[in-house]
Structures are given as C-alpha cells and as structure tokens.
C-alpha cells in the first residue's frame, strides 16, 4: 500500500510539474494590438513637466495633459506655490462667445501659446469657419480656416481678442541671425551671403519676395568646398543650388566677426540610394559617404570672417592628418529655449574663441583657444587614450580666467577646473562614479550642479541624479535623493530645478526643488489608471553577472499581461549593442512597441547591457568591444537567457529569439550566426552587417583604425574588422532581414551582401524590404513590427497566420 501511494504522489508531483510548464500555443494578436502606440497615445498623456523659464524672474509656465484635459500653470520657486494659468471652463466660455464654435474645460484647442514681457500669454484658436485670404505667393485668394489671436493677462486673468489677427509665419530656417539681431546670414550656391533683418521679415512672409536685399560675401565656394549647408546640396539642381540654405556659422559677442569650419570633401568618394517611388521616374540620390580605412578624407579648415572689412582668413589648426573640428558655442540660455530667433555664439570673447581638433582614430583631442588676430591656434589641455576620447561642453566662469573640462582619464568621466591658460588647478570630482554634465555654474558662490550616475550605493548605477559641489571639490552634495532614474530641469543660475523622475515599475512625478536640495513642492504624477484599466502590468527589473563572473549587468523583464506561471514561453532579446547607448530603459516610458507590446504576443521580452555597451560606467565597461565590435556583446546575452531561464521555470531555453535595429540589426545576426544552437530566431532591421562600408566616424572609434606612419612620416590608415557575412555559412536557425531601400545612414548594400553571403551559403531566410524608407521605416513601422510579430509568432510559438490582411493595422 505504501509503494502504491508512493507511486501515486510521484506519478502526480511529476504531472503537477509538467502542467507548470505547458507551452504556448496560441499568439495573443489581440492582447498586442491593444497597446499599439496610437491607442497607448490616447491612454496615457503628459509623463513629465518641461519648464518654460520666465525672462526675468525665476518663476515657470508649463503645460499637463491628462484625460480630463489640458492644463496651464505656472509656478513659482520663491513660494512653492503653483497656480492654473486659466480657469478652463471661464475660458472655455469666453472663447465660444467669441469664435463662436463650442467648447468646454476639457476641450481647448490652444495653439502657438508664448509668454510674452513675463506678463502676459498669447495663443491661436482656429476656428471652423472659412474665410477667403490672398496667398502671400501667388497674390491669388485661397480658403483656410480663420484663426483668432488672444492676450491674456496673468495679473488680471483678462482675456482680450487681438483685432485683425494674422497667424506670424515662422522666421526661415536657413536664417543665421547676428547677436544685436542686424545681420541675417545664410548661403546660396555654395557661398555665404548675408540680409538685414527688414528683408529677413519680408522673407518670412514671402521667401521669393522680388524687394527682399542680400549681399554676396564670397565668390569662390564649391559645391565640394563650400560655404554653408553641409553635402545634401552637393548634386543640386541649378534651381536648388540658388536657395538660400543654413550657413553654419558661429557670432562673436559683439556681432562684428563669425567663425565656421570649411569642409573640402572632392577627395570624398559618393554613394547612391535609388527612389524608386519618385515620380515620374525613379530618381537617383547621390552623396558623399566616407567609409572606414579609406585614404580620401574630408579635410577641415577654420576660418574667420570680419564683417566690416568684408576679409576672410584662414586659422591654422594643423596637429593630424584627416582631423575633425569643432567650434564651441554658448549653450542657449533656458530662459530663451522657446524663442523664435536663437543665437548661435562662440564661447569666449571678441578677442578669442575656442576649438576642439581631434585625431582620425580619436585617440587624441586638443582643447585650444583661437585669437582672432592670430593665425593659428594654442593648445590649452591635450587628451590622449589608447582607444579614444570623448569630450563634453567646456564650462567658463569668473569672466573666462577659468574653465570647467569633462574628462575620463581616470578611467571614469569627471570634472576638472583649469586656468584660462590651460593649467590644472584642481580635480572638482573623482571616484568610480560617471559625470554625465554640467547644467549649470554658479561663478559667484564658486559652485558647479551636475549630473552623474553610479554614485549611490544599493542602486541601479544607470540612475542619474543632480550634484552640487565647490570648484576646489569640496561639500560634494545629492540634490534629488531617491532610488529612481532623474531628470533635473535646472534654471540658468542653477537655484532651481523641477525633477522628473521614475522607474520602469513606477508611474512618473515631477517635483520642485531648490539648490540646496530642498522640494520645495510637488508638481505632478503621470495618470496610468487608463493603461492599468486595460490590463497594463508593470515590467520587472534583474541584475545578473556578465560572462566574466565579476560585471554586474542589469537588464528589464517584459511579461504578457495575461502571463500564466503555469506555461512556458518563448523569450525575445532586444538589444542594441552599444557603445553609444544600450536598449534598456532606465524610467518609465510609453514608448513601448518593440518590448511591451511584443511580450503580449505570447514572449518573454527582455533587455539587458553587456560589457561594452554604456558610456555612462566606467571607460573600461564602455570600452570593452574595442576591435572586436562584432563578437564582443554576444556572450552576455546569451548567458543573460541561460540565467533567467535557470531561475525562472516560465522561461523555455529552447526557444530564444532576438531583434534589433541598426547596431541590433547588426548584433540580432550575429547572434544566430556566432551561437548558431542557442538563438533560434532573428529579426534584424536596418542593419550594419558590414562595418567595413558603414560610416567612417562611428566604425572607426568603436572598433579602431590603426594610423601607420612611414619612414618618410607619411601618414595612412589601415582598418579591418570581423563581418557578419564572413560566418554566414552558420546559420541554423530563422532569419528575417529588414531594410529601407532609400536608408542614407546605414546604406541598404549592408543587408544585401548579407543576402548574398547567405545565398552563397545555400541557406534558407527572409527578407523585407520597405520601399521609400530611410532608416527608421517612417509610415512602415507600424508594418514591419506585424511582420515581426508574425515571424516570431510563427517560429517560437508556432501559430502561423497565412491570411493576406493585417487587421491590426487596418483597426488601428
């Protein structure tokens, strides 16, 4: 009797277990389709308080959405109080009245809403009611929806209809205004030429105005070495190469002088994408594209322009061969974000202004001050690594004599403070911690706030927070204490910040503080209850060892909503490889659609770093694909799934999946290619398989290039890197290749030598391509992740879906 019960409970813990582990079957397109990004857009609304700083006060205005409307307010610091810039339903009121279409408190519709004198708002309504203009143009009459102009007084909350009301049309884009606003220059055919701002107003009107007046100010731009806009104009048409277009050029304080960096690129070689939805035939796009390890390099030159004088001269920059530029500008004032006309400023004064020169394989970087009246530049502060530098803004204070420089030379980003002559006084911060930035410098307290993350023990080391601390290092300070992920919003002289902040498990707030630290009030809190309603679950956060059994990683679990511990699902990596960034989220976010979304399909949705991916740890986590930019990522990943699926029954290790795009494109394939019997299913999209033609500055700092110099002290470069279409031979499980045929980043020849590679191999795999798509897939989208969802569906869980519609898209 005992041997039968023993039998029996066997026999039944083994059925018991067995039943925790039933597959899915069965694809839940409905569950998915219900959390796509338009119906999650009308679900959940504002998740974080962008301030508009007034001009003169430390007071704010923002805007809040939430399901009972669209809300004004403005805040003021030195209170802590906030306040409704309007009452909506007395507004609501007045403004049906008077445009005399209906609305209510919860329906507004403000446009174009601008402080104006710090004491009063103006805003648009547009109305149903159509009415006859004259085309600005053609002369000729046109039909449009009449627009009414309102003021609103803050101090007496009046509400007041600006008579004969005309919408102003944006100032042109191309349009580089001088600081004292006298001087509007921009370029034409490759040269420079300048307006006043008269015809810059006349221009905003009417861009082909016969009265507009401009003058030429050189005579000798190419289209290979121009002035201005960059290569999108190289093969112009003669009527394109005659509109005015953006000069990139960078004002002295007192508006008599502009800097700008020249660009010779006819050594450059071109690259082709073909429109083939162009009408009424298909047209060729051509553009210059330097690739990794090619000899012909752009070549950069400083110059400098006097605009009384109308002379031009050349500063030498010489250091490297095929060395990049850059000129440091003002960051723009907070206070002056939102202005229509924003200044572009060198840092510095009339007598000087600064420059960054950086080698080709960015091993090296010089910090230099420019004299105007000198011919070439001086090295302030020299950086150098044995893989390469990154830099930030430098910050000046007290009157230029010292400047603020971001560095990682100590193996972790931190802040410096030199003289204005380039010597170091002093570390401002240190310790394995990574600044991010500077946000703000208080010269007369002699403090600097900034950013970093991996400073508070017991936390997610991707969570920023804001410091403060003295320039000598000293009282080191957290500003917005709490284990979440901030964003601090700080005003210009640093004494206020709204924080917004979150977790992937936690809703939004925003709240505001002062800088000393002290919330002073709460703001707001993101509205989920719609989501929530309909069956939204946060995600779950883990923290594992990479493949060297030391490095932490930490990563992002996306269940189905509907998840049952009873089952067994299929599991999908989405990654991004890095370096520049990894694909996991830090806060919450409503961005959801390649991992949320897809988990409701029946998956296990994961994302998680490697070693090599972050910036914001420290240079060797960072660093850690340095020539081996195609392998270096892929252990992690793996061993990221062999871990979860050994803690968690509700994973199966048998049926891993993986998807990405660009760099995950890139990384999704060689996943399946290096660990053909571990990945079984890859979506890649607009991927980089052959870094070898992908472009030269991202390829060449991640991976490396080696600088050759002769005896004759010629300088070459030679660069080689492992491809995805070398180890196609692999392949063993599902691949599905997805590209945009006009894709002008990550050219489409990347994807189709990977096709080639395959077809060589004589293996099986899929391929999509999405017509008239650059490299984010535009209107597509929304397609391609259906056609990702049915070929993960289809090959992990086995539910194939052969109807020709997509009723999830024609529902939307």
Not at 277 to 306: I, N, Q, V, W
């Amino acid at each position: 009797m005992k041997k039968t019960l023993l039998a029996l409970l066997i026999f039944f813990t083994g059925a018991l277990c067995f039943a925790q582990q039933t597959p899915v079957t069965k694809a839940n397109y409905d569950l998915a389709a219900r959390f796509s990004p338009k119906k999650v857009n009308k679900l959940v609304f504002s998740t974080a308080v962008t301030p508009n700083w007034f001009k003169n006060s430390d007071k704010f205005w923002y805007v809040w959405q939430t399901p009972q409307g669209t809300f004004y307010y403005i805040a003021d610091p030195a209170t802590g109080i906030k306040k409704p810039v309007f009452d909506n339903a007395k507004l609501a009121a007045e403004l049906t009245e008077i445009v005399k279409d209906p609305f209510d408190a919860q329906n507004i519709p403000i446009m174009r809403l601008k402080l104006v004198d710090d004491k009063k708002f103006t805003f648009e309504i547009k109305s149903t009611l159509d009415v006859e203009v004259k085309d600005e143009k053609t002369g000729k009459p046109k039909k449009e929806k009449k627009t009414h102009g309102f003021e609103y007084d803050i101090a007496t909350n009046k509400l007041t209809e600006i008579k004969d009301y005309k919408s102003p049309k944006p100032y042109p884009g191309w349009g580089n205004v001088s600081p004292d606003k006298k001087v509007v220059l921009f370029s034409k055919n490759f040269n420079l030429y300048y307006m006043d701002m008269d015809s810059f107003e006349k221009a905003r009107i009417n861009d082909e105005d016969s009265t507009i007046v401009e003058h030429q100010l050189t005579t000798d731009g190419t289209a290979e070495f121009g002035y201005g806009s960059g290569n999108s104009d190289f093969y112009a048409t003669d009527k394109e190469k005659n509109k005015r277009t953006g000069a990139f050029a960078v004002w002295s304080p007192d508006s008599k002088k502009f800097a700008f960096i020249r660009s010779n690129t006819s050594k450059v070689k071109d690259l082709w994408v073909v429109d083939v939805l162009a009408e009424p035939r298909p047209k060729l796009e051509r553009y210059k594209y330097h690739m990794p390890g090619e000899s012909d390099s752009p070549s950069r030159h400083l110059y400098l322009f006097d605009l009384e004088s109308k002379s031009c001269k050349e500063i030498s920059t010489a250091a490297f061969k095929d060395q990049e530029l850059r000129i440091h500008t003002e960051p723009t004032l907070k206070k002056d974000m939102f202005d229509e006309i924003r200044h572009s400023v060198w840092q510095g004064d009339v007598n000087k202004f600064y420059v960054t020169r950086t080698s080709r394989d960015q091993k090296r970087m010089d910090f230099c001050v420019a004299n105007v009246a000198a011919d070439s530049v001086k090295p302030l502060v020299r950086e150098s690594l044995n893989t390469y530098v990154e830099s930030r803004n430098v910050k000046f204070a007290s009157n230029g004599s010292e400047f603020i420089f971001w560095s990682e030379r100590s193996g972790w980003a931190h802040l410096y403070l030199y003289d204005s002559n380039g010597k170091l006084k002093n570390a401002i911060t240190s310790g394995e911690y990574h600044v991010e930035d500077v946000v703000a410098v208080d010269p007369a307290l002699k403090v600097v706030y900034f950013i970093a993350n991996a400073k508070e023990s017991g936390e997610n080391p991707y969570y920023t927070h804001l410091y403060r601390v003295n320039f000598d290092g000293s009282n080191l300070k957290l500003l917005n204490p709490g284990n979440f992920n901030h964003d601090a919003l700080a005003s210009d002289n640093g004494k206020y910040f709204v924080n917004n902040f979150s977790r992937v498990d936690t809703a939004p707030k925003s709240t505001l503080y002062d800088a000393n630290g002290k919330k002073l009030t709460d703001l707001e809190e993101a509205d989920l209850s719609q989501l929530f309603a309909i069956g939204y679950k946060f995600p779950e956060t883990f923290t594992l060892k990479a493949g060297d059994g030391k490095t932490d990683l930490y990563g992002v679990m996306y269940k189905p909503f509907d998840f049952d511990s009873t089952k067994i699902y299929p599991i999908i990596e989405y990654v991004y490889p890095g370096p520049q960034t990894e694909a996991v989220n830090a806060a919450w976010t409503k961005s959801m659609d390649r991992v949320d979304r897809l988990a409701q399909l029946g998956f296990i949705v994961i994302t998680v770093g490697n070693r090599g991916g972050h910036p914001a740890r420290s240079k060797w986590y960072h660093n850690f694909g340095y020539g081996n930019l195609r392998n270096y990522g892929l252990e992690d990943k793996k061993i990221a799934v062999e871990k979860l699926a050994a803690k968690h029954k509700f994973i199966d290790q048998n049926k891993v999946g993986i998807h990405g795009h660009s760099g995950g494109g890139f990384m999704s394939t060689a996943a399946v290619l290096v660990y053909p019997d571990f990945f079984k299913v890859a979506v890649s999209s607009a991927g980089n398989h052959e870094n070898n033609i992908y472009n030269r500055w991202w390829s060449e700092q991640h991976h490396g290039v080696l600088e050759v110099i002769t005896e004759k002290k010629d300088t070459t470069f030679k660069y080689s890197i492992d491809r995805n279409s070398q180890i196609a031979k692999n392949l063993k499980g599902r691949l599905l290749l997805v590209h945009g045929d006009i894709d002008n980043n990550v050219h489409p020849a990347n994807t189709i030598r990977m096709v080639n590679a395959l077809i060589r191999a004589n293996k099986r795999f899929d391929m999509l391509m999405l017509p008239g798509q650059r490299h984010g897939f535009g209107d597509m989208t929304e397609y391609f992740f259906w056609r990702m969802a049915d070929y993960f569906s289809e090959h992990l869980i086995g539910d194939y879906r052969d109807e020709v519609e997509i009723p999830q898209l024609n529902n939307d």
